[in-house]
C-alpha cells in the first residue's frame, strides 16, 4: 500500500483510511484523550503508521522485515513524526513476544491475515491486544476479486479453481495463501467477541480501469474516488471488491 495523502495512491488507500480515520477520533472523543495507542501488525514501511501519527497518535508497528522497519523509521523521520512511530520485529504468531497484551486503543491488521496459517486464530490474537474499548482495523484480500480479475485476463480455469477453492487460491503459483468473503471476515471478529462496525469494499473498480485513463483523463482520478466510496458500502460490491475492510469495536468502543 501506499502512503494515502498521495493522489494516485489514494485509490487503493483512501475507503480505508476514512474510515480508520473517523474511528480513530470518535476514539478520541471517547476517551478524552488526544493521542492513542495503536498498533499496526504487519505495518511495513509505515503505509499507514506515518499518517497516523501525523494524526498525533502513537504507532507501534510488528513487522517481521528489517528492511521495512528501516524504511518506517526513514519515512517517519522524513514525516516528523520519528518520536511517534516504533519499529519492532516481530510477526502475528509471537505478537505478545514483542508488545503488550490488552494496551492499544486501535489494532491494524491489514494485509497480515492472507498469511497466517490460522486466520480465526489470527484475528483472536490481534484482539487480544486491544484494551477494554477498542477498535480493530482488518483488511485481508477478497476472494470475489481475485476470480473477477483472473477471468478478465483470460484465466478461466484458474479463475474456477479460485471460486472452489477454500483458501481462495488460483493454483499452485498463486502467492495469496488465502482470500476470504465478506462473511467469513466477519465471522472472525464477531468470534473474536467484537461487534462489526462497518464493512467495506475495497479496490472494487480501481484495479480494473487502465492506469492511463486515470492519469491522462481530466478529472477521472477524483471521479474514481468518488466511485470507490459510493459502493464501498453496498453489500452488492463486496463480491468483486480486490480486498474488504471490517472495522471491528468492542463494546462501547462505537460511542463518542
Do not use: I
Not at 507501534?60 to 513524526?81: I, K, W, Y
Request: net charge negative.
Amino acid at each position: 500500500m501506499s502512503d494515502p495523502s498521495r493522489p494516485r495512491a489514494s485509490l487503493r488507500t483512501a475507503v480505508v483510511w476514512d474510515v480508520l480515520q473517523d474511528a480513530l477520533d470518535r476514539r478520541v472523543k471517547a476517551t478524552g484523550r488526544d493521542a492513542l495507542d495503536v498498533l499496526d501488525t504487519g505495518g511495513g514501511s509505515g503505509n499507514f503508521a506515518v499518517p497516523v501519527a501525523r494524526l498525533g497518535h502513537r504507532v507501534t508497528v510488528v513487522d517481521p522485515s528489517p528492511n521495512a522497519l528501516f524504511a518506517l523509521e526513514r519515512r517517519a523521520a522524513e514525516a516528523g513524526v520519528a518520536d511517534r512511530v516504533k519499529g519492532v520485529q516481530g510477526d502475528a504468531h509471537g505478537l505478545f513476544d514483542v508488545v503488550e497484551r490488552g494496551g492499544y486503543d486501535a489494532v491494524l491488521c491489514h494485509g497480515v491475515l492472507e498469511y497466517v496459517e490460522d486466520p480465526a486464530e489470527g484475528v483472536r490474537t490481534v484482539v487480544a491486544a486491544l484494551r477494554p474499548d477498542g477498535v480493530l482495523s482488518l483488511l485481508a484480500a477478497g476472494l470475489g476479486g481475485a476470480v473477477l480479475a483472473r477471468a478478465l485476463a483470460g484465466h478461466f480455469t484458474e479463475a474456477r479453481q479460485a471460486l472452489a477453492d477454500p483458501n481462495g487460491r488460483w493454483g499452485a503459483a498463486d502467492p495469496v495463501p488465502h482470500r476470504f468473503t465478506a462473511e467469513q471476515l466477519t465471522a472472525f471478529v464477531e468470534s473474536a467477541g467484537l461487534d462489526v462496525g462497518a464493512v467495506h469494499g475495497v479496490r472494487v473498480f480501481a484495479d480494473l480501469v487502465p492506469g492511463v485513463l486515470v492519469d491522462t483523463e481530466p478529472g477521472a482520478l477524483d471521479a474514481l474516488l468518488k466511485l470507490e466510496a459510493a459502493a464501498a458500502e453496498l453489500p452488492a460490491y463486496h463480491s468483486v471488491a480486490t480486498q474488504l475492510h471490517v472495522l471491528g469495536e468492542t463494546r462501547g468502543a462505537g460511542e463518542a
